[in-house]
């Protein structure tokens, strides 16, 4: 099952993971990117992005017939 949050992104599987961090960035509320405390978890966050964005890419990449 995919993340909800990254399909939120709405970004294709093409996308290079530059761009899934750069919408993730901008999926996230100013006062939050703001809050210094909150680093870890932004990190967090934008690993389970880019996860989800590799496998979404390897399922796609399966060669079919």
Do not use: E, N
């Not at 970004?11 to 919408?23: D, E, F, G, I």
């Not at 939050?32 to 978890?41: E, L, P, Y």
């Amino acid at each position: 099952m995919t993340d909800l949050a990254y399909l939120r992104l709405g970004l294709p599987p093409t996308a290079s993971p530059q761009t899934v961090l750069r919408a993730a960035v901008r999926a996230l509320q100013p006062d939050t990117r703001a809050v210094r405390g909150f680093r870890t978890a932004r990190k967090r966050f934008y690993r389970q992005m880019l996860c989800a964005h590799s496998a979404r890419q390897a399922s796609d990449d399966k060669p079919t017939g």
